[in-house]
């Protein structure tokens, strides 16, 4: 009862103090979306990305190289650099080393702070659904079932460690008198999201 009330209080305060507007149009023009893994930030940018029609560049695309090599770290930034330089864009990922460079230049912030549970079950059903359609990632790269349930760099433990400690981190940074003039929304629920996208889609550019 207490989740569902907490749950009808933020919608009617999203409702209220989160319109989208022409000013939160204009805030619109480089947005970074953050969250914990497999909480959706790649499909919410990418779909941000077509409606405000502009870039979307995803981290992952840029850090992962065949067989699943990390890129060197100077070489990822200059990348990230020189992809956030763009005027308009839509970004997406975690990546602490690059905050400094998304974030200064964003003009939003998007956080999709989604309950553990959810989270979860997404990263199980994506992960299952990846292994069995043999799904091609970043630079060719696949997921497989040794990959998923038998190694230290599976994501579900990734997810299991990392969930909380990402959570506590993101309600500290995305304070107000921390982030300076920068348009921040906070989405508890895919529906949140779903309706904020809805009403970019009608919103007069």
């Known amino acids: 009862m207490r989740l569902r009330f907490t749950a009808k209080l933020f919608e009617a305060f999203f409702n209220r103090y989160f319109p989208v507007n022409d000013e939160t149009i204009q805030n619109l023009r480089r947005v970074a979306v953050v969250g914990t893994s497999c909480s959706g930030k790649t499909t919410f940018a990418n779909n941000l990305a077509q409606l405000l029609k502009v870039a979307h560049i995803e981290l992952d695309t840029i850090y992962w190289l065949p067989d699943w090599v990390e890129r060197p770290k100077d070489q990822f930034l200059d990348l990230v650099e020189k992809a956030a330089a763009g005027d308009d864009w839509v970004f997406d990922g975690n ?37 069995l359609s ?21 994501i579900l433990l990734w997810v299991l460690t990392t969930y909380h400690e ?12 921390k982030i300076g003039e920068k348009e921040i929304f906070i989405f508890r629920h895919p529906k949140q999201a779903e309706k904020f996208l809805r009403q970019v889609e009608h919103a007069k550019f």
């Open 95 to 131: 990546y602490t080393p690059t905050r400094e460079i998304v974030w200064g230049r964003a003009t939003t912030i998007i956080w999709l702070n989604y309950s553990f549970p959810l989270t979860f079950y997404r990263t199980l059903y994506r992960t299952a659904s990846r292994i």
């Open 134 to 154: 043999g799904e091609v990632l970043w630079s060719g790269n696949r997921e497989t079932f040794g990959m998923t349930f038998m190694s230290r760099d599976s």
């Open 166 to 177: 990402r959570r506590r981190r993101y309600s500290k940074l995305l304070q107000k008198d």
